[in-house]
Each structure stands twice: as structure tokens, then as C-alpha cells.
């Protein structure tokens, strides 16, 4: 069974500019969910979303912005991009929700 | 919500037994215990689960005592490649919301030959 992919993998913006970032969740997973890592903060929690519907949001800007399709699949988008967004984008499926998750490798963006 | 509290670092030797141990005083009743390991720019990937007693897959065991107030990772035979960052989770019953999983600073394991 494929695993969770995340594309782009790697990406590099400037300040001001927008960033749009895709997840496709393992086959049969509904839910599906975003992280932010970064050396200082660690993993903190963006968003969750489940059939197409956000069930929570973590505490951040409303820069950042998400969205799930009927297929499961999933896209995070932040905009007007600051320097503090530079961080490894990680987006997580599972069955239903809760703890046992499954990532993807990550998206890294580097803002300049 | 549970917090949990474990070791920031440990090293140890290849072919050696590690054992990692999560504290989690607040655990609540419906909670399940998860461990989770992270290779530097890679994603977490899920190790283990259980609420009580003991638990093993191939990967590793997860020892629960009955007061499940804390949780032993024991890793058998440790490589090079378990170098990596664990994080121990407590969280409600599996099918709660991911906003209520809290990965903590986890504990950096590094493997010496």
C-alpha cells in the first residue's frame, strides 16, 4: 500500500509570496492532517481535516489556510509568506483520526 | 489532556537494549499510549501503541505498569540506524481529534558503534 506523499518536497520563496503545498493521504484514509516542525517550536499542529470538512485548527495565522478534496487529498496554503515560515510541512492520514498517524516526508520550505 | 515528560537526550551502544520511559502522571482512563520515532527531515513514523501490560510488534515492546502513570520504550538491539528522535504521546481513545496530539521535545537517542 503507498505511503503518504507530499509534493513539492523541497521549496524555496521570498517574503510576500504565496506557497500552496499537496498531501495524498494512504488509500482509505479520510483523514488527514498538518504540521509545522522547526527546531524551535518542534511539532505543532496546523490543521485536521476529515471528509472534506476542517474539524480543528491549531494556533496560527489566518495565513495559513487548508482545504480537502472528495478524493481525501489535501493542500495547505499560506500566504504572504514571512521568513519564521521556513519549517519541514508534514501532513499525516489516518483511518478514522486520533493518534496512530501516518506521515508523509515533508515538504521543506525555505523562505528568503 | 495528558502532558508527558521524558528523557531530552540518551546514548548508547550498537547491540545494546535501550530503554526509554515516558512519564505521564495525568493519563486518563479512555488514553492509549503511542510511541512515535523521527529521522532527521523525515516525517514521525509510528512504532507502537497499547493502554496496559505489555505490548510488542517487531520493531519494539512497550512495557505499561498498572497505574499506567509512566511507559517504557525498550528497543532490543540497537543499531546505528535507530539513531533518531522518540516521542511519547498520550492521548484519548483513538478516535478523538489529531489537535488533541501534543508531540513533546521527545528524547534524542543516539547510537555510538
Known amino acids: 500500500k503507498a505511503g503518504v506523499t507530499q509534493t513539492p518536497r523541497y521549496l524555496i520563496k521570498t517574503r510576500g509570496q504565496q506557497v500552496t503545498l499537496s498531501c495524498s493521504p494512504i488509500?482509505?484514509?479520510?483523514?488527514v492532517s498538518w504540521y509545522q516542525q522547526t527546531p524551535g517550536q518542534g511539532l505543532q499542529f496546523l490543521f485536521e481535516y476529515f471528509s472534506e470538512t476542517q474539524r480543528n485548527k491549531g494556533n496560527f495565522p489566518g495565513r495559513f489556510s487548508g482545504r480537502q478534496f472528495s478524493n481525501s487529498r489535501s493542500e495547505m496554503n499560506v500566504s504572504t509568506l514571512e521568513l519564521g515560515d521556513s519549517a519541514l510541512y508534514l501532513c499525516?492520514?489516518?483511518?478514522?483520526?486520533?493518534?496512530?498517524?501516518?506521515f508523509g516526508p515533508g515538504t521543506r520550505l525555505t523562505v528568503t | 489532556l495528558a502532558k508527558t515528560t521524558q528523557p531530552i537526550s540518551m546514548d548508547s551502544y550498537e547491540g545494546q537494549e535501550v530503554n526509554i520511559t515516558c512519564s505521564h502522571n495525568?493519563?486518563?482512563?479512555?488514553?492509549?499510549i503511542t510511541w512515535y520515532q523521527q529521522f532527521p527531515s523525515q516525517g514521525p513514523r509510528f512504532i507502537i501503541q497499547?493502554?496496559?501490560t505489555k505490548v510488542t510488534n517487531e520493531v519494539a515492546s512497550l512495557f505499561i505498569p498498572a497505574d499506567r502513570k509512566s511507559s517504557t520504550l525498550s528497543l532490543p538491539r540497537v543499531s546505528l540506524s535507530d539513531t533518531a528522535v522518540y516521542y511519547c504521546l498520550v492521548g484519548d481513545d483513538r478516535y478523538s481529534s489529531a489537535s488533541k496530539i501534543i508531540f513533546g521535545s521527545g528524547t534524542r537517542l543516539s547510537i555510538r558503534p
Open positions: 488509500s482509505g484514509h479520510r483523514s
Open positions: 497499547g493502554y496496559k
Open positions: 495525568n493519563i486518563a482512563t479512555n488514553d492509549y
Open positions: 499525516a492520514s489516518s483511518l478514522l483520526a486520533g493518534v496512530e498517524q501516518y
